[in-house]
Each structure stands twice: as C-alpha cells, then as structure tokens.
C-alpha cells in the first residue's frame, strides 16, 4: 500500500519556523519527483516547491524563495520543507506529493497556521 504521511505541522507567530515531513513508504521512494503543494482557507491548491529524485534540482515558487529550503533523504524515504519567515499568508494545509510520470501520490495534509 502506497502512503504519504505528513507531520510537523502547527501554530506559530509570524516570523517563526516549522519543518515538516513527509515520509514515503509502499512505493520507490528514490525514483519520484516530490513536491509540498498548499490549500489556503477558501483557496485552491497551490504549487510551492519540488525537487527532483535525486534532490539535485529544486523549484519554488516565487512566493516563498528565500524563506523556505526543501531536502529529501532518500535513505529515509522522507521529505523536508523547513519553513522561515512564516507569514499569516502561509496559513494553509500542506500536502506532500511524489510523481512519477503518470504515477501520482498524496498524502493527508498537514495544517500550518500563522498568527499572533
């Protein structure tokens, strides 16, 4: 059975960090492009960072460059987003993603809420 498990996800003030995770398992971890795509309140799915299978090139997108850094460990099956510089607008559900060709996997979401 293929899962997706997100964790690290919580309240904290703006201007604070959090990492989350997302560990693999049932699938060939090391083979896919992984990705953290967001749901804010009220809002559609938004593309924020992938990385490809060997961790070798990442993209992100403009509205968090420079704040937030994506790794993976292909050893543990598991993604990292470490998020700075949080902003209320970060508020959303982050889900993890692993994509290979037509092959696509998601997990349950993780909620990260900014606020003071």
């Known amino acids: 059975e293929v899962q997706l498990v997100e964790s690290g996800g919580g309240l904290v003030q703006p201007g604070g960090s959090l990492r989350l995770s997302c560990s693999g398992s049932?699938?060939?971890?090391?083979?896919?492009?992984m990705s953290w795509v967001r749901q804010a309140p009220g809002k559609g799915l938004e593309w924020v960072l992938s990385?490809?299978?060997?961790?070798?090139?990442?993209d992100y997108a403009d509205s968090v460059k420079g704040r937030f850094t994506l790794s993976r460990d292909n050893a543990k099956n598991t993604l990292y987003l470490q998020m700075n510089s949080l902003k209320p607008e970060d508020t959303a559900v982050y889900y993890c993603?692993?994509?290979?060709?037509?092959?696509?996997?998601w997990g349950q979401g993780t909620q990260v809420t900014v606020s003071s």
């Open positions: 993603n692993a994509n290979l060709i037509q092959r696509d996997y």
């Open positions: 049932g699938f060939t971890f090391s083979s896919y492009a």
């Open positions: 990385v490809n299978s060997v961790g070798g090139s990442t």
